[in-house]
């Protein structure tokens, strides 16, 4: 690759082999690696996270990898701010970024923006989830349309979600959400980014996800989440979303079986995959996807779309 400025992003599905293709990548190529997963961040939560190994970071440079305490909260905006000063830092050395992760929202705000939206206080928020849940989704639609006709255009009655943040939106904002959409511009050229992401067959997935579930164990994921739940963190915050924190939770409660719970794991994660395989097929058609069982093939691949 020339040395023209390149950011390449690889994204997948968890248990895809993501952190070992961004290793050897960033050998060839002369890169440094940023993470692109939520989870991921947090320096209490290791195993759980599957975090790269000390032998894997010693290989190459890794970047905002277990940088923030599970106590704090950390948004996919801090994120974007963090990630924009290591992409031209890197770049300074002559080297290439390579963003790599399985979360989603973060490499659409790195590639399209990320929409600058007034706060909205929580006492307001609750009130219209409150209105969602007396009316029902399909009431609720209706008068989301009525406020803010756009929504027709750009949502489909189902979205729970996104029928609330528009709805809150519109109703204490005055403005539209698909009016902020469209103000919204990116902090980089759409040229610079190299797409790919890693589109492993459902059963392979299935059973890398049960070999790493396992691992996880071996590896001390039991005392990992009691030093966690010691910690008794405000329930609200992101880092209790992390899969496994509750499934052990009740193992230790002797709620259930160690058998039981790694199901339980393995049930949760296949399901985190089968949503991030939907939001690849919602918000990343232009990228180019990759897949092989063997690393060295599937780095060839990469490679040839690189260049």
């Known amino acids: ?26 050998q060839y190529i002369k890169g440094e690696i940023i993470n692109a997963d939520s989870m991921q961040v947090y320096k209490e939560v290791e195993i759980l996270t599957s975090r790269p190994k000390s032998t894997d970071t010693k290989k190459t440079k890794h970047h905002l990898y277990g940088f923030i305490s599970v106590k704090n909260k950390f948004s996919t905006g801090d994120w974007l701010k963090t990630v924009i ?28 923006g990320l929409v600058n939206i007034p706060n909205i206080s929580n006492k307001n928020r609750l009130k219209v989830r409150k209105l969602q849940k007396k009316v029902g989704q399909k009431n609720f639609f209706k008068l989301l349309i009525k406020i803010d006709p756009l929504a027709k255009k750009f949502l489909i009655p189902t979205d729970v979600q996104r029928s609330l943040r ?6 204490f904002t005055n403005k539209s959400f698909f009016e902020f959409i469209k103000e919204t511009k ?33 590896d001390g994921a039991v005392q990992e989440t009691k030093k966690f739940l010691k910690m008794k963190i405000n329930k609200e915050l992101s880092a209790n979303k992390i899969i496994g924190i509750n499934e052990i939770k009740g193992y230790l409660k002797g ?20 949503r991030q395989f939907t939001w690849a097929r919602g918000h990343m058609k232009s990228w180019k996807m990759v897949y092989s069982s063997d690393l060295n093939d599937l780095f060839k691949k990469s490679i040839n779309k690189i260049f």
Do not use: C, H
């Open 1 to 26: 690759m020339d040395r023209e400025k390149k950011v390449i992003l690889l994204a997948g599905p968890t248990s895809s082999g993501k952190s070992k293709l961004a290793i050897k990548l960033a």
């Open 85 to 112: 000063k290591k992409i031209n830092k890197i770049w300074k050395k002559d080297l290439t970024p390579i963003i790599v992760g399985g979360t989603g929202l973060y490499f659409k705000a790195l590639t399209e």
């Open 166 to 171: 528009a709805y809150e939106i519109k109703k």
């Open 186 to 218: 990116p902090n980089f050229d759409k040229k610079v980014f190299i797409k790919m992401f890693i589109n492993t067959p459902r059963e392979i997935l299935k059973e890398k996800i049960e070999v790493r579930v396992e691992q996880m164990f071996k």
């Open 255 to 274: 709620k259930t079986t160690l058998i039981r719970t790694k199901e339980l794991i393995n049930v949760k994660t296949r399901q985190y995959a089968k």
